[in-house]
C-alpha cells in the first residue's frame, strides 16, 4: 500500500506546509509546480511565505494555462534533475498535479499535493487524467503513465473555497460515480475472479454515501461543503491506494466518461469536466446493475451538477456514441457493460428512460 503520510486539511492548513516538510524530512529543495495566473499568485503569496520562513530553496514552475503536455512534463522532470529538487509541491487543480505527479515520479522523488480546487480524487490518489495517460503511454510507453501517489496532502479550505462553482458540483460527481465503481468492482470478482478488497471498498462507499448524506449543506463556496467534499476526496484517493488499483474509484461510469473524452479528439466538441461526465455515466450505469440510480440522480442535482446532456453540454448523438464504445476502452477492466457492450437501441433506451437525453 502507498498511502499519504500526512493529510492536513481545514481552514488555513497551508500554514502547516513547512512543519509537514520538515516531520517528512524531505531535504530544502522544493520546486512549486503551479498552473496559470491564479494558481501562480496562490503559490507565490499563500504558499512560498510560509516555507522561506524556514529557510526552503525554493524554485517555482508554472505550467501556464491549457492542459500539460507530455513534452512540458518532461521539462518539469528536467528542471527537477538539473536543479537537483528534493521534493515537488504541486500547487493547482487536477491539471497541476497530474504534470507534478507525473515529473515527481519520473524523477524519482516525492510530491505534496495542495489542491486549489475539489474536482476530482485525483488530488489525493495515484491516478492521472485519461487523455494524459493515453498520450503518456503512446509517447513514452506504459510504464511511463502510472504515477505514485501524494507523499502528504495539505487540503486547505479556504483557499478550495475561492475555486469556481463548478469545481463543486463536478468534484460531487466524481464521487457519486463510486458507487457504481463498487460494483462494477464485485462483479468483476464474482465473474472474472479478480482480486477485492473489502475494505478499499467500503472506504470508497463511506465517503461516496457523505456527498448523499450531506447534500443539502454543500452549497458553493461554504469553507464547511468544501471540507466536507475535500474528506470525500481524499477518502477515495486512500481507497485506491489500498486497493493498488483505481477499482473502487471507477467503473463503467468512469469508461463512459473517457469515452466522451476520446470522442471530443475525434470531432472537436469541448467535453464537459470529468467529474460531470461521471456523475451522469453513474446515473445510467446504476440504472443498468438495477440500482437506485434515482438517489444519485436527485443527489447531483441538489449539489447543482448536470443530470443530463443538455446541462452537460454534449449533443446527444456523442453521449449515445460513447455509451456503445465505453466497454472498448479498457477491455481488461470488466464491467456491467461485459463484453460486447451497449447496442446502439439498448443505449438510447436506457438514455431516454433515466431522461439523460
Ligand atoms: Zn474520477
Request: positive net charge; hydrophobic residues 45%.
Amino acid at each position: 500500500m502507498e498511502i499519504p503520510r500526512y493529510v492536513v486539511f481545514g481552514p488555513r492548513a497551508v500554514r502547516e506546509i513547512s512543519k509537514v516538510c520538515s516531520a517528512l524530512g524531505l531535504g530544502r529543495k522544493v520546486v512549486i509546480v503551479c498552473g496559470g495566473e491564479k494558481t501562480t499568485k496562490i503559490a507565490e503569496e499563500e504558499v512560498r511565505p510560509y516555507l522561506e520562513e524556514e529557510n526552503y530553496d525554493i524554485v517555482v514552475f508554472p505550467i501556464g494555462p491549457g492542459y500539460p503536455t507530455v513534452e512540458k512534463i518532461l521539462k518539469i522532470e528536467e528542471r527537477i534533475r538539473v536543479l537537483k529538487r528534493d521534493f515537488v509541491l504541486a500547487v493547482g487543480g487536477g491539471r497541476t498535479i497530474d504534470a507534478a505527479k507525473l515529473a515527481a515520479t519520473w524523477a524519482g522523488i516525492p510530491y505534496i499535493s495542495v489542491p486549489t480546487s475539489a474536482a476530482n480524487d485525483g488530488i489525493s490518489s495515484p491516478a492521472i487524467s485519461f487523455l494524459l495517460r493515453m498520450d503518456v503511454k503512446e509517447k513514452l510507453g506504459e510504464g511511463k503513465s502510472r504515477a505514485k501517489a501524494p507523499i502528504a496532502i495539505v487540503a486547505d479550505t479556504d483557499i478550495i473555497s475561492r475555486a469556481p462553482p463548478e469545481t463543486v458540483a463536478a468534484g460531487c460527481g466524481d464521487m457519486l460515480a463510486k458507487f457504481v465503481a463498487v460494483r462494477d468492482w464485485r462483479l468483476a470478482y464474482k465473474l472474472r475472479g479478480e482480486d477485492f478488497s473489502e475494505y478499499a471498498a467500503s472506504v470508497a462507499l463511506m465517503s461516496a454515501e457523505l456527498i448523499v448524506k450531506k447534500a443539502e449543506y454543500i452549497k458553493k463556496g461554504l469553507e464547511e461543503s468544501t471540507r466536507l467534499l475535500v474528506k470525500a476526496l481524499i477518502g477515495s484517493g486512500v481507497a485506491i491506494s489500498i486497493a493498488g488499483s483505481t477499482r473502487p474509484a471507477s467503473g463503467s461510469e468512469h469508461l463512459f466518461s473517457h469515452a466522451l473524452d476520446l470522442l471530443s479528439r475525434k470531432y472537436g466538441f469541448k467535453p464537459a469536466p470529468h467529474g460531470m461526465q461521471c456523475g451522469v455515466g453513474a446515473i445510467m450505469m446504476m440504472w443498468l446493475h438495477g440500482g437506485d440510480w434515482m438517489t444519485i440522480k436527485e443527489t447531483l442535482k441538489k449539489v447543482g451538477a448536470p443530470t443530463n446532456a443538455e446541462e452537460l453540454g454534449i449533443e446527444p448523438k456523442y453521449i449515445i456514441e460513447a455509451l456503445t464504445i465505453a466497454h472498448k476502452i479498457r477491455p481488461e477492466r470488466y464491467t456491467i457493460l461485459g463484453e460486447k457492450g451497449l447496442s446502439r437501441e439498448a443505449a438510447i433506451r436506457m438514455a431516454k428512460e433515466t431522461e439523460v437525453i
